[in-house]
C-alpha cells in the first residue's frame, strides 16, 4: 500500500517543527528497535493547548504522524488532547499501510508524555489523570 497523498503532504512539508521555546510541557517517547525518537512540546494557558510543536527523528510516517498530531490538538483543551488517538491521526491522514501503524502509537503517546510532563511541572501527578505512558512502541516488535 502507498503512502496517501496526505501523508506524503505532512512528510514533505511537516507542520509545527521545531523547539517551543516558552513550552511548559515537554514529551519524549521512542523505540529502540527502530530508533525513532518524537519529542513533542506544549504551552500551556488556562488548560488550552496554546502552542504545540514537535522534533522527529524516525521515518515519514513517524514525522507525518506527529505533524497531524500536532495540528490536531493545537487550540484544544488538554483534556480533548488526551482523547486524540492513534487511529484518530490516522483517519486524519487518510490511512496508513499496516507496518507503519506503530509509528502513529508513537505520536498519541508523545502527546501524552508532553501533558504528563507538564502536569509535574504544576505540581500534579499525571498517572491518574494520563494513565501509564507506553513508552516503548510494543508494535515495532511485532
Ligand atoms: Fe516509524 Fe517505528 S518505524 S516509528
Do not use: W
Not at 508513537?106 to 505512558?133: M, N
Amino acid at each position: 500500500m502507498a503512502y496517501s497523498e496526505k501523508v506524503m503532504d505532512h512528510f514533505a512539508n511537516p507542520r509545527n517543527v521545531g523547539e517551543l521555546a516558552d513550552a511548559n510541557g515537554i514529551g519524549e517517547v521512542g523505540n529502540p528497535k527502530c530508533g525513532d525518537i518524537m519529542k513533542m512540546y506544549i504551552k500551556v494557558e488556562n488548560g488550552v493547548i496554546e502552542d504545540v510543536s514537535f522534533k522527529t527523528f524516525g521515518c515519514g510516517a513517524a514525522i507525518a504522524t506527529s505533524s497531524m498530531a500536532t495540528e490536531l490538538i493545537k487550540g484544544k483543551t488538554v483534556d480533548e488532547a488526551l482523547k486524540l488517538t492513534n487511529k484518530a491521526v490516522m483517519e486524519a491522514l487518510d490511512g496508513l499501510p499496516p507496518v507503519k501503524v506503530h509509528c502513529s502509537v508513537l505520536a498519541e503517546q508523545a502527546i501524552k508524555s508532553a501533558v504528563s510532563d507538564y502536569y509535574r511541572r504544576q505540581g500534579i501527578d499525571p498517572t491518574p489523570i494520563v494513565g501509564e505512558l507506553e513508552e516503548d512502541c510494543h508494535a515495532c516488535e511485532i
